[in-house]
C-alpha cells in the first residue's frame, strides 16, 4: 500500500514498435493512424477489427494488444472497525481483569496484522486489582489510563456491576458516539462471570439498534468470555454438562448475542455469529487470540476496483486480464480468476458480474493480505478489441 492506505493500481501497457510480446510482426499505424486493407489503428499497431456480430456470437477476435496506459487508485482501504468492551469488575472479577490486563495488547495486535483499522473502547474501572488500565502501546498505563500514542483507546472509567454490562454500555453512549465512525463495522466483548440483569438478547439488539445516530449499531458483531457449563443452549446452565467453578450465574443472554440467536434459540438470519471462551479458563491468551480472529474474519472489507473504460473504437476483453500482486518483500504472485466468490482462493479474484462485469473483486484472503502490505502494488493489464461501427 502506498502511506495513505490505498493500493496503486498500475494498468501497464507494453507497447512495443513492429512486434508484439509473442514477437509476431504487425504494421506499425501512419503518423495519422491510417491503416490499409480495411485494419484500424489500435494503439500503433493495424489489425482487422472483427464485426459487433462476431463480438456477440463468440466468434475467434484478433489480438489488439494491451490497451493505453492507464493509471488509478484502488478503494481497497484499511477497513475501519470499532470494538467495545465491557468488563464486570465485580468482587470475583480479581483473576479475569488480570488476563485482560495480559492479554488486550496480544488482541489488538492481531487486529492491527491484519490490516484492519480498529479502535477500541473500553468500560472499566481503572484501579484495583479488579480494574483494567490497559498498558503501553494500546493504552497509557498507569497512572492516567488512557490512550496509547496512536490514540486507538477511549477508556471510560466506570465500575461494571455483575450484571448490568450492557446497561452501562447503552448508558455511556454519549460519552463514546462521537469516537464510534459511521462506516465502521462494530463488535462488542462481553466479560463476566455472571448473566444480564436487565437485557435479554432481543431487548439488547434492539436497545443498540435505536441509538442514534440511526443505524450505528444496527449490525454488530458480538463476542463473549462468560460463565456456562455445557456448549448448547440446553446445558449452558446445566452443571452436570461441564465444570466452570469460578461462574457466578451463566451467562446466557451473552451467549445468545455471540451466537446469533434470539430469545427463543432460533437463529437470526444475516447475524454474522461471533467467537466466546469460558471464563473460568485459567489462561485467556487463545480465547483472545481467537475472538480477534474472529473480528478480522467477521469484517467486510472492501477491496473492488472498476474497470476502466477501453480506448475510444475498442472493447474490453475481459477473458485476457491479467493481474500481477507485487509484494512488499519484492515477491511477485500470478493471481487467478475465480468464478465467483463461492471459488475464492488465497491468490482469487473474480468479477462482480460475470455476464456484464464492471468491478474487479479480489477474494478476501487476497484482500487482507493486500491490505496488510504496505509497499503492496497491483499490474492489471486489460486487452482491448477493435469494434467496427
Not at 451467549?255 to 438470519?269: G, H, K, V, W
Not at 485459567?282 to 477491496?303: H, L, N
Not at 462482480?352 to 496488510?372: M, Y
Request: charged residues 20%; glycine residues 12%.
Amino acid at each position: 500500500m502506498t502511506r495513505d492506505g490505498l493500493v496503486v493500481l498500475g494498468i501497464i501497457a507494453a507497447l512495443a514498435s513492429g512486434c508484439d510480446a509473442a514477437g509476431a510482426t504487425y504494421d506499425a499505424c501512419g503518423a495519422y493512424g491510417q491503416c490499409g486493407g480495411g485494419r484500424t489503428c489500435i494503439d500503433g499497431r493495424c489489425v482487422m477489427p472483427p464485426s459487433q456480430g462476431d463480438l456477440d456470437g463468440g466468434a475467434p477476435r484478433p489480438d489488439a494488444g494491451p490497451c493505453r496506459a492507464i493509471t488509478a487508485e484502488s478503494t481497497a482501504r484499511a477497513a475501519p472497525v470499532d470494538i467495545v468492551i465491557a468488563i464486570d469488575n465485580s468482587g470475583s472479577m480479581s483473576e479475569e481483569a488480570a488476563q485482560v490486563r495480559r492479554n488486550i495488547n496480544t488482541f489488538a495486535s492481531i487486529l492491527g496484522a491484519s490490516g484492519l483499522d480498529y479502535r477500541v473502547v473500553l468500560i472499566s474501572r481503572p484501579d484495583g486489582d479488579r480494574g483494567v488500565c490497559v498498558p503501553v502501546p494500546l493504552g497509557s498505563g498507569e497512572p492516567d489510563c488512557t490512550s496509547g500514542p496512536e490514540g486507538r483507546l477511549l477508556a471510560i472509567h466506570d465500575a461494571v456491576g455483575s450484571d448490568d454490562a450492557i446497561d452501562l454500555v447503552i448508558e455511556h453512549y454519549p460519552d463514546y458516539r462521537d469516537f464510534l465512525r459511521p462506516n465502521a463495522a462494530k463488535a462488542f466483548l462481553w466479560i463476566t462471570d455472571d448473566e444480564s440483569g436487565t437485557f435479554t438478547a432481543d431487548a439488547a439488539r434492539d436497545a443498540l439498534a435505536a441509538l442514534e445516530p440511526s443505524g450505528m449499531l444496527a449490525r454488530t458483531i458480538h463476542n463473549s468470555i462468560v460463565g456456562h457449563y455445557g456448549e448448547t443452549p440446553t446445558t449452558w446452565a446445566d452443571d452436570a454438562a461441564g465444570d466452570c467453578e469460578s461462574l457466578a450465574d451463566p451467562g446466557e443472554t451473552y451467549m445468545r448475542l455471540t451466537q446469533c440467536l434470539d430469545d427463543a434459540n432460533e437463529a437470526i438470519p444475516g447475524c454474522i455469529a461471533g467467537r466466546s471462551g469460558r471464563v473460568c479458563e485459567t489462561d485467556w491468551t487463545a480465547i483472545f487470540e481467537s475472538i480477534a480472529r474472529g473480528v478480522v474474519e467477521g469484517v467486510p472489507v472492501p477491496c473492488d476496483f472498476a474497470l476502466p473504460d477501453a480506448p475510444a473504437g475498442a472493447v474490453l476483453d475481459h477473458d485476457a486480464i491479467r493481474i500481477t500482486y507485487s509484494a512488499g518483500d519484492g515477491s511477485r504472485h500470478e493471481l487467478v480468476r475465480a468464478a465467483g466468490p463461492g471459488a475464492c482462493t488465497a491468490e482469487g479474484w473474480h468479477f462482480d458480474d460475470g455476464a456484464s462485469p464492471t468491478a474487479i473483486t479480489l477474494c478476501p484472503e487476497l484482500c487482507r493480505t493486500v491490505q496488510s502490505d504496505e509497499d503492496a502494488r497491483l499490474d492489471i493489464g486489460l486487452g482491448c478489441f477493435p469494434l467496427l461501427e
